[in-house]
């Protein structure tokens, strides 16, 4: 099914009753505030923070909590944690249109192992040949997967990371990028297109780069930047991510044919892009200026226009995911010292 498809399918499923009706369970509790509705849930497991990382157009979520579990939550608000089988620590990274996820989990041996988990609740683990730590990042709806895994034992974080793409037959090709000490894929779109970025050694920096499905990649830098990341990829392949410079930690968007845009959200220090969806709007989360350097979340329509929100009663709003129809998924923390994870529907 195209991503229209989708779209259309989510709107007359959902949409077609009502957004608040289908994402809510009784004992959750709903806040309305500044044109949008916020549910808020947590683990059912007794769990004291919930951290949800992803979302489909159907508005299921999938995340993990304090204890360790992953979790699934319904559009209607029941939630089920799981472990894949053998699993001690098991951390969502995304989710597709069919429900499908993958993530990966730790065993008993201290290894990290990547895993699929179907909409009905059956599991698939996975490993690139000779992989010691294997981290899916995110899934298409086609069932690409996109990802890093590590061979050799290295001195930092990331260091000798590889890219792979698992097709949805379970073909696993990794990758690198040309010249670089790691490679750190994190998207993929419905295209099969990956973004992501990689540390080039010879400059040395962090580029980012598209990674086409025939193989072909294009690295790219945001001009005048210090230091970048990429976290997503859009269906016309707009991507996003963080970059610095001398003068703060800024949002970028990069269009297909090359072209940057930098932005912050009003009243920013420092503005930090989280997740596109396939339309290519965005979200994420900012510094105030503040004495306190209070986090808010933010929305980046396509045409630039960025909205500010906070979950009401909330310390520090933390967006995680955006999906196809503009709701948001995170995390919030409180005046209890633990987390509120929240969904929040466009009114």
């Keep these: 099914m195209t991503f229209l498809g989708i779209r259309k399918r989510a709107l007359a499923s959902v949409f077609g009753m009502s957004a608040t009706c289908c994402a809510l369970l009784t004992g959750q509790t709903v806040t309305r505030s500044g044109g949008a509705t916020y ?49 001690l620590d098991t951390e969502p990274r995304g989710i597709n249109a069919m429900g499908t996820i993958t993530g ?21 683990t996975f490993d690139p040949d ?3 730590f294997t981290t899916p990042f995110a899934i298409n709806n086609g069932g690409a997967i996109a ?28 990758f690198d990028m040309p010249g670089a000490g790691w490679t750190l894929p994190v998207s993929i779109n ?11 050694t010879a400059t040395p920096r962090v580029r980012g780069f598209v990674r086409y499905p025939q193989g072909q990649t294009t690295a790219f830098d945001v001009p005048g930047s210090a230091g970048m990341s990429v976290v997503g990829i859009d269906a016309l392949g707009r991507v996003t991510g963080v970059f610095g410079d001398a003068n703060g930690t800024h949002g970028y968007i990069r269009d297909a044919a090359g072209s940057v845009t930098a932005f912050d959200a009003p009243g920013s220090t420092a ?9 290519g709007v965005i979200t994420g989360y900012y510094a105030d200026s503040s004495p306190s350097r209070l986090y808010h979340g933010f929305i980046r329509q396509v045409n630039g226009a960025i909205t500010s929100f906070d ?30 994870a929240f969904l929040r529907l466009p009114n």
């Design 39 to 87: 549910v808020t849930f947590g683990a059912p497991n007794g769990a004291d923070s919930t951290y949800p990382v992803s979302m489909n157009v159907f508005f299921t979520i999938t995340g993990y909590d304090s204890s360790g579990l992953g979790f699934v939550r319904n559009p209607w608000g029941t939630i089920t944690s799981f472990d894949p089988p053998g699993g």
């Design 104 to 124: 990966n989990y730790n065993d008993a041996n201290s290894k990290w192992h990547g895993f699929i988990r179907s909409g009905t609740g059956q599991f698939a």
């Design 130 to 132: 000779g992989s010691i």
């Design 147 to 174: 990802g890093v895994y590590q061979k050799e034992p290295g001195p930092y974080p990331w260091a000798v990371q590889h890219g792979f793409v698992r097709a949805p037959d379970g073909t696993i090709t990794a």
């Design 190 to 200: 419905a295209a099969g297109v990956i973004a992501g970025f990689y540390y080039e």
């Design 271 to 279: 503005t930090y892009p989280t997740s596109i969806n396939q339309a």
């Design 311 to 340: 979950l009401p009663g909330s310390t520090g709003t933390f967006p995680q995911c955006i999906n196809d129809l503009n709701a948001v998924v995170g995390w919030a923390t409180n005046d209890h010292n633990s987390v509120d």
